[in-house]
């Protein structure tokens, strides 16, 4: 599923908007497989958790990678009432995510590092997965905070450099042999990913994580899965299932997925 291709740098956004269409166009869809149903799991937990209250608000998602290939995530906030709007860097997955979302949400063509909307616009921002696929992922981290308004909640998810299963090394030595498809790709510890947020000018106010399971697992099941091999697929979703009871009912694990989350609010100006 990996192609043979440099990895954006993260230097120039149309180099990164190049990349993503191209990876758009060639790779399949990973929807229906048994981790990524685990997957969506994880991720509507984590928002149950953290936006306990989704109807009339507006909620900025910062890439369309889960529409156009993965958990469908943003329909299912539009479904609990939310207002969404999802940007991507890449005019490919705008296009294949407008087919899932089409009456769900707005969808614009955008660059997480210069947003274009007005300060104060959004009440709730979802962010799993973009702001590591380039170097000034403070850049966009700021952006978030400028659209945010006072009070509101962000919800922000990297790679967890701390993964138990060694998934950042699994992905340079993927990257080092040109096969893995998602080009530059940062981690963070915990308290990394919470200084970046704070610089910014958030606030974090909890840590959590997603996808609590060896990274090898997911992309073996995610193999089968597009491959159609349903005997082994079966198998590799008889192993994720064990990691998905363990999110499900063991709080402490999920802050050791090899996605870690934290919810960082923008705090209210002081009355004048």
């Known amino acids: ?14 180099d990164d908007a190049a990349f993503w269409d191209g990876t758009s166009s060639h790779f399949p869809s990973l929807k229906g497989a048994v981790s990524t149903a685990y997957y969506f799991e994880c991720e509507r937990l984590l928002i149950e958790t953290f936006f306990p209250s989704l109807g009339a608000r507006r909620v900025l998602k910062t890439d369309l990678w889960d529409e156009a290939k993965n958990t469908e995530i943003l329909r299912w906030m539009a479904g609990r009432g939310a207002h969404p709007v999802g940007i991507d860097i890449s005019l490919g997955i705008a296009r294949q995510a407008r087919g899932v979302l089409e009456g769900h949400a707005a969808l614009v063509v955008a660059d997480v590092r210069v947003l274009p909307f007005r300060a104060d616009s959004f009440d709730l921002v979802y962010s799993m997965g973009t ?18 308004r006072p009070g509101g909640r962000a919800i922000i998810g990297v790679p967890n450099k701390l993964d138990p299963f060694l998934r950042p090394l ?5 990257n ?5 498809a998602y080009g530059m790709e940062r981690s963070f510890t915990p308290a990394g990913l919470r200084r970046l947020l704070t610089s910014a000018g958030f606030r974090v106010t909890a840590l959590s994580g997603i996808l609590f399971m060896p990274g090898w697992l997911r992309m073996l099941d995610l193999w089968c899965h597009v491959h159609d091999l349903r005997v082994a697929a079966a198998l590799t979703g008889w192993g994720v299932r064990p990691f998905a009871w363990l999110y499900r009912h063991v709080a402490a ?20």
């Open 1 to 14: 599923m990996a192609p043979r291709r440099p990895p954006p740098s993260g230097a120039n956004p149309r």
């Open 131 to 148: 702001i590591e696929h380039f170097p000034d992922s403070d850049t966009a981290a700021r952006e978030l905070v400028r659209v945010l």
């Open 170 to 174: 699994l992905v340079h030595v993927l």
């Open 176 to 180: 080092m042999l040109g096969r893995y």
């Open 253 to 272: 694990v999920r802050r050791h997925g090899y996605l870690i989350a934290c919810l960082a609010v923008k705090p209210t100006p002081p009355p004048t």
